[in-house]
C-alpha cells in the first residue's frame, strides 16, 4: 500500500449534521447523566424544606398539625428511600424522575388532606397559598424534561382548584386565588421552558466544541503522523527513527535492554532509477519496504527509511546470533522479491539489499551516534564484500573498529605532518628489458613512524571522502619528484572512483601537471575495476576530459570484477593490468589456460598488456614466451623512494662520464 494511500485524507472528513430529531434524541440521552446527578441532591433539599414547614403546620393548623407533620415524615423518609433503592440498583432515569415527581405529588397531598380537616378554615384558605411551592418544585427545584415538569405542576394545579373549590371562601376569594394558581402555573412552566431551552442550546454548544476539538485533535495526529512519516513509503522517517532510537539508548543506559541497528542499502539503486526511470524506481522502493515492514513489524522491531535508498530497522535483541540471523532473512527476503535489475554488472538479476549490522555493547564513553556509526561502517564493508551480503560490526575488525576513526583523523593532518609518502616500482618493457615506468604508490605512517598497510587506510580515505585531497596530492608530488627525470618516460598514479566522481578532477589534474611543466602524455591514470566503479556519465565524461590532455587511461586488476568486458568496450584504454594471481596460477594447466584466454582477449581488443606480481624469473619466461608489452612485480624491481629510484638512473651515468 502506498504512503498516500495510508495518510489521506489529513484533514478530518467533515460529518453530516444530524437532524433535528436525532440531535433532541441525543440531547435528551446526554441530559440523563446530568438528571441523574442532581436528583439525590435535589430531592434531599426538597425534603428537608417540606419538613421544616411542620413549624408552619403548628404555629397555623395547630390542631391538625401532628398529622401533617407525619404526613411529611413518611412521605419524605419514603421519597428518600426509594430513590437511594433505585440508585443502588442503577434503575434508569426516568424512574428517578418519577420518583421525585411522586415525592411532590405525594408530598403535597400527604400535607393538604390533613391540613383541610382543621378547624381554623380561615388559615386553611390563606395556608393554601404555599401549595404553589409545590408547582415551583415541579419547574424548577428538578432538572425534568419540560414536557414531564408540565404534567407534574399541572396535576398539582388541578389538585389546588379541587380543594379551592370545596373550602368555604367568597366568590371573589376563589376567583383571586385562582387566577394566583394560574399565574404561577404560567410562570413557571415559562420559565422551565426557557431553562430547557437554554441547556438544549448549551448542549449544541458542547457538542460543536468537542466535535471541533475531534476534528482538531484528528488533525493534530494526522498532520504528527505525517511529519514523522516518509511520503513515499509511509515508513517512519529519520526524524521519527531517531526519536525511537533515542528511547532505546536510553532503555539499555537505564536497564541494559540491548537492541541492534540494521542499515540497509539497496544494492546499485542509482543505476536501477537512471535505466528504469524515477516512477519505476520509486515502486521499487515501496515494495521492499512493504516487504520488509510486513517481515520486521512481525519481529516486533521498527522499521524507517533513513536515506534515499537506505532503511534503518531497530531491534531489541539479546544476541548477536540473533542480529545476524535478523539480517540474513531481511537480506533474503528483498531477493526474494524477484524486482527485475538488468542493469547490474556483478552477475545478479534482481534488486538486492546490503546490511551493515550493530550491537549494544559495554563501552567507555559510549554515545548514541557511534552505534550508527558502527552500522553504518559495517555496511561500507558489505558493500565492500560485492553486495547482497550481510556484514555485523566487528570492534576487533581494524576496518570497522574505532581504529579506522583514528586513521581517519590521522589522514586529516597526514599531508601537513608529512606522514604520508609516494614510493615508486618500476614498470619494465617485456622487449628491451628496460624500465620504461613507474608506479606511484601511496605509504602512511604514525607520527612514531610505525606504517600503516594501504589495505587499511585507503579504504577509510575513500569511506570518509579524504582520498580527493591525498589523491590531488600524490599526482602533484608523482610530477614533481620524478617526472623531471628524462630518464622515467611514464608515472603511473592510482585513482579511486570517489577521484573520478569529484566536479573537476581533470582540472585539478591537468593544473598539477602545469606546476610540474610536463605534458599530459608522460601521466598514466589507472583505474581499479572494482565494484565501486559504476559506468555513469559522470564518470565516462571525466575520463574522456583526461584523455584530451593527452593523459594516458590504464585499467588496473582486470579480471577480479565484474565490469572489464563493459569498461573494455567503452573505454579505449592505452594498457591494460591484469591481476597478479591469474599468473600465480598459471602452475596448472587450467590456470595457464585462463591466462592465455584473457591475453588472446586483449591483444584483439588492442591495448597494451601489463602483468603485475612477477615475483621469478619463470614467471618472466612465460611472459616472454607470450609475447606480453610489459612486466611489474618483485622479481622486476620494489617500491622503493624518489630519491634512490634516481640514483639507479643516474649512477650509470656519473660512471659513463668518469
Known amino acids: 500500500m502506498s504512503a498516500v494511500a495510508e495518510l489521506a485524507p489529513v484533514e ?28 439525590r441532591p435535589g430531592l434531599y433539599i426538597a425534603v428537608v424544606i417540606y419538613l421544616l414547614f411542620a413549624f408552619s403546620d403548628i404555629l397555623l393548623v395547630p390542631d391538625v398539625a401532628p398529622y401533617t407533620i407525619a404526613a411529611r415524615l413518611a412521605v419524605g423518609v419514603t421519597a428518600l428511600l426509594t430513590l437511594e433503592t433505585l440508585l443502588l440498583f442503577n434503575a434508569p432515569t426516568k424512574w428517578l424522575d418519577i420518583t421525585c415527581a411522586g415525592a411532590i405529588i405525594f408530598g403535597y ?24 411551592i409545590f408547582m415551583m418544585s415541579a419547574n424548577l427545584f428538578f432538572t425534568f ?15 389546588l382548584y379541587a380543594v379551592n373549590y370545596f373550602i368555604p371562601s367568597s366568590f371573589i376569594y376563589k376567583l383571586v386565588f385562582g387566577a394566583f394558581y394560574i399565574s404561577c402555573f404560567v410562570f413557571t412552566s415559562y420559565i422551565n421552558w426557557k431553562l430547557n431551552r437554554e441547556r438544549y442550546n448549551v448542549f449544541l454548544n458542547a457538542l460543536e466544541a468537542r466535535n471541533q476539538h475531534r476534528e482538531a485533535t484528528e488533525r493534530g495526529v494526522a498532520l504528527l503522523k505525517l511529519s514523522r512519516t516518509d511520503p513515499l513509503t509511509g515508513l517512519e522517517n529519520r526524524r521519527a527513527v531517531d526519536e525511537r532510537l533515542r528511547d532505546l539508548w536510553n532503555n539499555w543506559q537505564l536497564y541494559g535492554s540491548t537492541f541492534a ?12 532509477n537512471d535505466h528504469y526511470g524515477h516512477q519505476k524506481g520509486d515502486r521499487c522502493l515501496i515494495e521492499v519496504a512493504d516487504s520488509l515492514r510486513h517481515l520486521v513489524e512481525q519481529r516486533n522491531a521498527a522499521i524507517g527509511r ?33 524486482v527485475i535489475h538488468n542493469e547490474r554488472r556483478d552477475g545478479t538479476q534482481v534488486v538486492t539489499v546490503s546490511i551493515g549490522a550493530a550491537f549494544t555493547r559495554d563501552q567507555p564513553g559510549a554515545k548514541l551516534e557511534r552505534i550508527i556509526q558502527e552500522a553504518d561502517r559495517a555496511l561500507y564493508l558489505a558493500k565492500a564484500d560485492g553486495r547482497n551480503c550481510v556484514h555485523l560490526f566487528d570492534p576487533n575488525d581494524p576496518q570497522t573498529s574505532d581504529e579506522s576513526e583514528n586513521i581517519a583523523a590521522l589522514l586529516k593532518i597526514a599531508i601537513e605532518r608529512e606522514l604520508v609518502s609516494l614510493v615508486f616500482q618500476p614498470i619494465a618493457n617485456m622487449r628491451t628489458g628496460k624500465v620504461e615506468a613507474m608506479e606511484a604508490l601511496m605509504r602512511l605512517t604514525m607520527p612514531d613512524g610505525t606504517a600503516v598497510p594501504p589495505g587499511l587506510f585507503i579504504p577509510v580515505a575513500e569511506r570518509t571522502g579524504l582520498i580527493l585531497e591525498l589523491g590531488r596530492w600524490a599526482i602533484r608530488t608523482a610530477c614533481r619528484e620524478l617526472m623531471s627525470s628524462e630518464h622515467i618516460r611514464t608515472i603511473s598514479v592510482n585513482v579511486s572512483p570517489v577521484q573520478l566522481k569529484a566536479p573537476g578532477f581533470a ?17 598514466a591514470l589507472e583505474i581499479t575495476e572494482g565494484l565501486e566503479m559504476e559506468m555513469h556519465s559522470d564518470v565516462l565524461r571525466c575520463i574522456s576530459d583526461l584523455k584530451l590532455l593527452g593523459i594516458k587511461v590504464w585499467l588496473d586488476d582486470f579480471g577480479t570484477g565484474f565490469a572489464g568486458l563493459s569498461w573494455l568496450r567503452l573505454i579505449d584504454f592505452d594498457t591494460v593490468k591484469i591481476d597478479r594471481s591469474f599468473l600465480h596460477d598459471c602452475g596448472t594447466p587450467r590456470g595457464r589456460a585462463m591466462f592465455q584466454d584473457i591475453v588472446g582477449l586483449l591483444r584483439n581488443r588492442g591495448p597494451k598488456i601489463l602483468v603485475e606480481g612477477v615475483e621469478n624469473e619463470q614467471q618472466l619466461e612465460l611472459l616472454r614466451r607470450l609475447n606480453i608489452d610489459h612486466a611489474q612485480g618483485f622479481h622486476v624491481g620494489r617500491p622503493a623512494p624518489a630519491e634512490r629510484i634516481r640514483a639507479l638512473f643516474e649512477a650509470p651515468k656519473r660512471q659513463r662520464t668518469a
Not at 444530524?18 to 436528583?39: D, I, N
Not at 393538604?112 to 397559598?129: A, C, H, I, K, R
Not at 582540472?507 to 601521466?523: F, I, K, M, P
Request: glycine share 6%; with cysteine; charged share 20%.
Open 12 to 39: 478530518p472528513v467533515s460529518q453530516a449534521q444530524p437532524a433535528a430529531g436525532e440531535l433532541r434524541a441525543l440531547f435528551h440521552k446526554e441530559s440523563q447523566a446530568t438528571r441523574r446527578t442532581a436528583a
Open 109 to 132: 397531598i400527604g400535607w393538604l388532606v390533613p391540613t383541610s380537616f382543621s378547624s381554623n378554615q380561615e388559615s386553611v384558605s390563606y395556608y393554601m397559598v404555599f401549595g404553589t
Open 145 to 159: 424534561q419540560f414536557r414531564f415538569s408540565v404534567v407534574t405542576s399541572a396535576i398539582i394545579l388541578c389538585i
Open 261 to 272: 541497528v540494521l542499515l540497509i542499502d539497496v544494492d546499485f539503486f542509482k543505476r536501477f
Open 306 to 338: 533513513y536515506g534515499g535508498e537506505e532503511f534503518i530497522v531497530l531491534a531489541q535483541l539479546k544476541r548477536l546470533e540473533d542480529v545476524v540471523a535478523l539480517s540474513e532473512e531481511i537480506r533474503q527476503t528483498v531477493e526474494a522479491l524477484g
Open 507 to 523: 582540472a585539478s589534474v591537468a593544473a598539477a601537471l602545469g606546476e610540474a611543466g610536463v605534458t599530459g602524455d608522460r601521466l
